[in-house]
């Protein structure tokens, strides 16, 4: 096993030993008919794991004081056009949903700022380089 970060593996490094390790089917403890070393395989399998997107402190602040409630839909939509501009290699992106503007640092996985698109119309956005409609 290669060692980083003062001597200590990476999850990588463990969860592929673990996925390449030999099992012994009577050391197997199941869940729903599914051993340990199976479920980690669909999950790793799946890819990276999705983090939801953070607001900043001005974000949290604009939302409040624009009385803008976010659904949980709203929110997987948000996630979802993130994701999206992640994958096109954007940095900061506007993503749209719904009646809402908000603007993402995609690397920080973070809203900056959040307005509805009333106020967004009066607006010109820069420092942006691609946006998303979720």
């Known amino acids: 096993m290669k060692v980083v970060n003062n001597n200590y593996p990476s999850i990588e490094q463990v969860a592929g030993q673990l996925l390449n390790a030999p099992t012994s089917v ?3 403890t199941t869940v729903d008919g599914q ?16 983090t939801p997107v ?12 624009r009385n803008i409630e976010l659904s949980d839909e709203q929110i997987d939509r948000l996630n979802e056009g993130t994701q999206k501009a992640n994958a096109k ?6 993503v749209l949903v719904d009646e809402l503007a908000f ?32």
């Open 54 to 65: 953070r607001f900043s402190k001005h974000a949290s602040i604009r939302l409040d004081d």
């Open 26 to 28: 009577s050391n197997q």
């Open 89 to 94: 290699g954007i940095n900061e992106s506007l």
């Open 35 to 50: 051993s340990f070393s199976d479920i980690l395989r669909q999950k790793a399998s799946i890819g990276n794991v999705v």
């Open 103 to 134: 603007i993402v640092n995609i690397k920080n996985n973070t809203v900056i700022t959040a307005m509805d698109q009333s106020e967004a119309r009066e607006n010109v956005f820069t420092n942006i380089d691609g946006a998303v409609i979720a």
